[in-house]
T-cell receptor, first 112, second 113 residues
């Protein structure tokens, strides 16, 4: 069974710090990797996607992918209280069509 | 303009009833999905439609049936509702087989009493 694993948290960081969220996946054929943010009572919102090994930066967010080790991470620099949410990792597994598998999410709390 | 919309936002009904949830996207995407998010917040895919063809059908009871009149709409019909069907149902859409992620609707909170 293709799995995506995340630490449920909560991960608590002070305002201004770097928050590091991690995700591992089981399917070596996975091709696309996504991070979503979900505020309580709201729908998931796409933050970033990454396809290639290495880092991808977008504003305060950096996604890191290591296919050999089968992990993908999300770094949030200068964390703000408004970043407090659940972060979902999603993986497009192999097979030709988009078969999204989500992790259970990591709860992030940024305290002032 | 709302990219992915769902109706209704809340749905309270009794066991045994039949209900439908509607979803529409105006993003021009060719693939739409239904997800179920349970009380533990686990987001599980139920169905996916690509150009009117069902391409994913997870182990979902056949009481659930997706219907897509066109590529901008994907409705979810649920027959003989059970207590365990209570959850938040999200519609989403994406473009292509290697999409740049999915866009989610606001969700429908279904409560079965």
């Amino acid at each position: 069974q293709k799995e995506v694993e995340q630490n449920s948290g909560p991960l608590s960081v002070p305002e201004g710090a770097i928050a590091s969220l991690n995700c591992t996946y089981s399917d070596r054929g996975s091709q696309s990797f996504f991070w979503y943010r979900q505020y309580s009572g709201k729908s998931p919102e796409l933050i970033m996607f990454i396809y290639s090994n290495g880092d991808k930066e977008d504003g305060r967010f950096t996604a890191q992918l290591n296919k050999a080790s089968q992990y993908v991470s999300l770094l949030i620099r200068d964390s703000q209280p408004s970043d407090s949410a659940t972060y979902l990792c999603a993986v497009n597994t192999s097979g030709g069509s988009y078969i999204p598998t989500f992790g259970r999410g990591t709860s992030l709390i940024v305290h002032p | 303009d709302t990219a992915v919309s769902q109706t209704p936002k809340y749905l309270v009904t009794q066991m045994g009833n039949d209900k439908s949830i509607k979803c529409e996207q105006n993003l021009g995407h060719d693939t739409m999905y239904w997800y179920k998010q349970d009380s533990k917040k686990f987001l599980k895919i139920m169905f996916s439609y690509n150009n009117k063809e069902l391409i994913i059908n997870e182990t979902v009871p056949n009481r659930f049936s997706p219907k897509s009149p066109d590529k901008a709409h994907l409705n979810l019909h649920i027959n003989s509702l059970e207590l365990g069907d209570s959850a938040v149902y999200f519609c989403a859409s994406s473009q292509g087989s290697t999409p740049r992620g999915q866009y989610f609707g606001p969700g429908t909170r279904l409560t079965v009493t």
